[in-house]
C-alpha cells in the first residue's frame, strides 16, 4: 500500500489477545481481607499463648501474598496482536514492561502449525515463514486457541485467494 492509494487494505482478521485473569479487583480485596482478617484473628490467639513472635510471620505471609498477586495483576498488561490483511500478517507482542516486538509476515507464504496434545488439545500455534517459527496465542487455553487457530486459518486461505471483486 502506498501513500498515495486512497483506499487502504481490507482488514480480513484483527485480534488482541490477553492473558486471562479469574479474580477480579473485588475479588482480589475480598481474598486480601479474609487472609489479613485470619492473620490477624491467629496473631490475636498467638499473642494470648505468649508467642508473640508469630504475629511477625504471619503478617509477613499477608504480604507475600499481597506482593504475589500484584505482580500477577502486572504481567496481565501484556498482549498480543495478530492483524491480517491481503497483503502482510502482522504480529504485534507486547510484554507486561512494555517492550514490544513486532513481526511482519507475507500471508502467502506462511503456514500455522499446530502442536497437539491427544489428551489436553491444541497446545501450541506457530507461524512458520522462511523456515522460522513464531509462537503466538501462548495466552489462550487450548479450546480457545483452536478457534483462534480456525479463524486466523480461515483469513490465511482468504488472503492466498487474493482481491474479490462484486
Known amino acids: 500500500m502506498s501513500d498515495n492509494d486512497p483506499t487502504p487494505e481490507p482488514t480480513l482478521f484483527s485480534a488482541i489477545i490477553t492473558p486471562h485473569r479469574s479474580l477480579s479487583s473485588t475479588g482480589f480485596l475480598l481474598v486480601m481481607l479474609l487472609i489479613g482478617g485470619s492473620s490477624f484473628v491467629g496473631g490475636i490467639l498467638f499473642v494470648m499463648l505468649g508467642a508473640w513472635p508469630v504475629v511477625g510471620f504471619l503478617g509477613l505471609d499477608v504480604l507475600l501474598v499481597y506482593w504475589a498477586f500484584r505482580a500477577n495483576y502486572r504481567a496481565a498488561a501484556a498482549f498480543e496482536e495478530v492483524t491480517v490483511t491481503p497483503s502482510e500478517l502482522r504480529v504485534r507482542k507486547v510484554s507486561h514492561r512494555g517492550k514490544v516486538a513486532e513481526w511482519t509476515l507475507n500471508p502467502i507464504w506462511t503456514k500455522l502449525d499446530r502442536e497437539t496434545h ?19 496465542a501462548g495466552f489462550l487455553a487450548p479450546k480457545e486457541r483452536e478457534s483462534f487457530a480456525a479463524a486466523l486459518a480461515d483469513a490465511l486461505g482468504e488472503a492466498r485467494r487474493g482481491p474479490t471483486r462484486n
Not at 489436553?120 to 522460522?132: H, N, T
Open 118 to 136: 491427544e489428551e489436553y488439545g491444541l497446545q501450541r500455534l506457530f507461524l512458520v515463514s522462511r523456515g522460522r517459527k513464531l509462537t503466538i
